[in-house]
C-alpha cells in the first residue's frame, strides 16, 4: 500500500533561463541636491572673493598692463561708440570676435575706464568657471565630495585665478568651452534616462536602429555655448570638432549599452543629424549673431568690403553682401594670424611652446615693476610682479595625472575619464599642428578647467569606492586632504606673484623655481 510519501514528486532539476540583457544600473545623477548646492554656493563664494579682492589692482599709472592694453580700449569704444562695436580705424584690424570685448564692455559701463571697469567681466567668469567645475565634477563622480575637492583645486590654480584678474579675452573661452562641456554631461545622462525609459517599457526593440529622444536641450545648450567660445576666439572651433566626435561616442555607448540591435546605424539615423544641428549649425549661427553689432553699423572694419575690396560680381554674388563683407575681413583677420610666425621673425621674450604648457614649464609674466619708487616690502627698493603661473602642486603632476586618466579611459573602459580628456585635448592638441607660430602660455587658459576635473577624479580613485572598508576609505581621505592642503598652501606661497605684492628682490629670485620661470 502507498503511504502518503510516495505522492511527494521527486524534485526537478532548475530549468535553464536566459539571462536577461545586462544594462547599466538606473543612475541618472546625483541625488544629495541640497547639500550639493550648499558646497557649490559656499566655495563659490570663497572663489569671489578671492577674484574681486583688489581687482583693480595693479595698472600701469592707471592704464590697462600687458595685452589689456588691447582689450580695455577695444571694450570702451564698444561702450562709448554707439553700436557696441570696435571701428576705430587706428586699431588697424580687429583680429578677434566681438564676444569678449562687449563683455569687458558690460564691466567698464559699471565702473568705468579703470582696473575694476575692464576686469569685472573676468572676475565674474573666473567665478563662474569655480561654480561649474564643482558641478561638473560632481555630476562625473556622483560625489559632492570630489566636486567639492575640485572647486577648493581650480580656486587655488594660479592660471586661472590670474585670468580671472585681467582684462582679457581667454577666461571667457574657458568659460564657455567649460559650460559647453558641462551641457554634454548633462545630456548624456538625461539621454540615458531616457533610453532607460523605453528599455523598462518594452520598446527598445521596435526598430533595430532604437528610439528617438525627442528635443535634447542641454545639447542645443552646448551649442549656445560653443558658439560665444567662437565668438571670442577662432580656438573655439577647435572644441567644437573634439566635442562633436565625444557626443556620437555618448550616443553610441548609450544604444549599446540598452540593447540597441544595431547602435552605430541607429546613432547615424536617429542622432547624427540632430547632433550636427546642435553642434554646428547653432554654434555658426550664435556666432553670426555675435556680429550684430557689425552688421548693424556703417563703419565696422570691412563692413562694406564689396565693391571695394572685393568684387560685387562673380560666382559668390548671390551670397548677401554683408557675409561676403563678413567673409573678406575673416579672410584678413586668418592672414594676420598666419605670420605671426617665428620664422617670419616674431618673437616675443616670454612666449612659449605647447609642449611647454601641460606642466607650466614657460609661464608668462604680465607685470613688473621695481626699483626706488616701489614700497611696501622691508627693504629700500621692492618688486611687484604678476606672473601668469600655474600651481605646480597640479600642474606639475599632469603628465601622471593624464597617464592615469588614459589608462582608465582606455583599459578601465571609464566614460569620465575619457570625457575629461577630450576636452583637455581640445584645448592643447591643436596647437601641436603649426608649433612655427607666435604662442604664449596664456593659450593654455583653457586646459586648467579640465586639467583640476582629471586631478579631481584621481582624488576619488585615491579616495577609494563607497564599498571600500572604513581603513581603507580613512586612509584615502587622508592622503587626498594632504594633497588638497597641499595645493592650497603652494597657492599661499605664490599669491605675492599672482597679485602684484610688494615683496623684496630677493624673495622675488625665491619665487623663481625655474630657470625657464625667468
Keep these: 500500500m502507498l503511504t502518503d510519501e510516495h505522492h511527494v514528486p521527486s524534485a526537478q532539476p532548475p530549468t535553464k533561463v536566459s539571462p536577461a540583457p545586462l544594462v547599466p544600473a538606473p543612475d541618472f545623477g546625483p541625488t544629495d541636491r541640497f547639500r550639493g548646492w550648499v558646497v557649490t554656493l559656499f566655495l563659490t563664494t570663497i572663489a569671489a572673493v578671492t577674484r574681486f579682492v583688489m581687482l ?44 569678449g570685448k562687449q563683455l569687458i564692455a558690460m564691466g567698464e559701463a559699471l565702473f568705468g575706464y579703470n582696473g575694476w571697469g575692464w576686469r569685472f567681466a573676468s572676475a565674474v567668469a573666473g567665478t563662474i568657471i569655480v561654480l561649474l567645475v564643482i558641478r561638473i565634477v560632481r555630476r562625473l563622480s556622483r560625489s559632492t565630495l570630489i566636486g567639492g575637492f575640485a572647486g577648493i583645486l581650480v580656486i587655488a590654480d594660479g592660471v586661472t585665478f590670474v585670468s580671472s584678474r585681467v582684462g582679457m579675452l581667454d577666461i571667457f573661452l574657458a568659460l564657455f568651452a567649460v559650460a559647453a562641456f558641462g551641457c554634454l554631461v548633462v545630456d548624456r545622462d538625461e539621454t540615458r534616462e531616457r533610453t532607460a525609459r523605453v528599455y523598462e517599457e518594452g520598446r527598445i526593440h521596435v526598430t533595430e536602429w532604437g528610439p528617438r529622444l525627442g528635443v535634447r536641450w542641454w545639447r542645443f545648450g552646448a551649442g549656445v555655448m560653443l558658439g560665444l ?15 562633436g566626435l565625444l ?19 541607429g ?74 610666425t617665428n620664422s617670419a621673425g616674431n618673437h616675443h621674450p616670454w612666449e612659449s611652446k605647447p609642449w ?21 616690502c ?8 604678476i606672473m601668469l603661473i600655474g600651481t605646480p602642486a597640479m600642474w606639475w603632476l599632469a603628465l601622471p595625472v593624464l597617464a592615469w586618466a588614459l589608462w582608465r579611459a582606455l583599459v578601465g573602459r571609464d566614460w569620465r575619464f575619457g570625457a575629461v580628456l577630450v576636452a583637455y585635448g581640445a584645448a592643447f592638441l591643436p596647437w601641436l599642428v603649426t608649433l ?22 584621481t582624488l576619488g580613485d585615491i579616495l577609494g569606492s563607497a564599498r571600500a ?31 602684484a605684492i610688494p615683496i623684496t628682490p630677493d624673495t622675488w629670485q625665491d619665487q623663481l623655481w625655474l630657470p625657464s620661470w625667468r
Design 56 to 99: 583693480g589692482y595693479p595698472t600701469d599709472a592707471g592704464t590697462p598692463v600687458f595685452d589689456e592694453k588691447h582689450y580695455a580700449p577695444q571694450g570702451w569704444q564698444v561702450l562709448t561708440g554707439g553700436v557696441w562695436l570696435e571701428d576705430n580705424p587706428g586699431y588697424g584690424l580687429v583680429v578677434h570676435p566681438p564676444v
Design 229 to 243: 567660445a567662437c565668438g571670442t576666439k577662432w580656438s573655439g572651433v577647435y572644441f567644437i570638432a573634439f566635442f
Design 247 to 265: 557626443c556620437v561616442a555618448f550616443d553610441v555607448s548609450a544604444r549599446r549599452a540598452y540593447g540597441v540591435r544595431r547602435p552605430w546605424l
Design 267 to 340: 546613432t547615424g539615423v536617429r542622432d547624427l543629424g540632430p547632433a550636427l544641428y546642435a553642434l554646428v549649425v547653432v554654434p555658426l549661427i550664435v556666432y553670426l549673431g555675435t556680429y550684430w553689432a557689425w552688421f548693424a553699423s556703417e563703419t565696422g572694419v570691412d563692413r562694406h568690403a564689396v565693391g571695394t575690396g572685393v568684387g560685387s560680381g562673380g560666382t559668390w554674388s548671390f551670397v548677401p553682401s554683408a557675409l561676403r563683407s563678413l567673409w573678406y575681413y575673416s579672410g584678413n583677420v586668418l592672414e594676420f594670424h598666419s605670420g605671426l
Design 356 to 376: 611647454t604648457w601641460p606642466m607650466g614649464l614657460r609661464p608668462m609674466l604680465y607685470y613688473f615693476a621695481d626699483g626706488e619708487n616701489v614700497s611696501g
Design 378 to 385: 622691508s627693504a629700500q627698493s621692492c618688486v611687484k610682479a
Design 436 to 457: 612655427d607660430r607666435q604662442m604664449y602660455y596664456f593659450y593654455a587658459v583653457a586646459l586648467a578647467p579640465f586639467l583640476v576635473m582629471a586631478i579631481a577624479l
Design 469 to 499: 572598508s572604513f581603513e581603507r576609505r580613512g586612509t584615502g581621505l587622508l592622503v587626498v586632504c594632504l594633497y588638497v592642503g597641499l595645493v592650497v598652501a603652494n597657492f599661499v606661497w605664490l599669491w605675492p606673484i599672482l597679485t
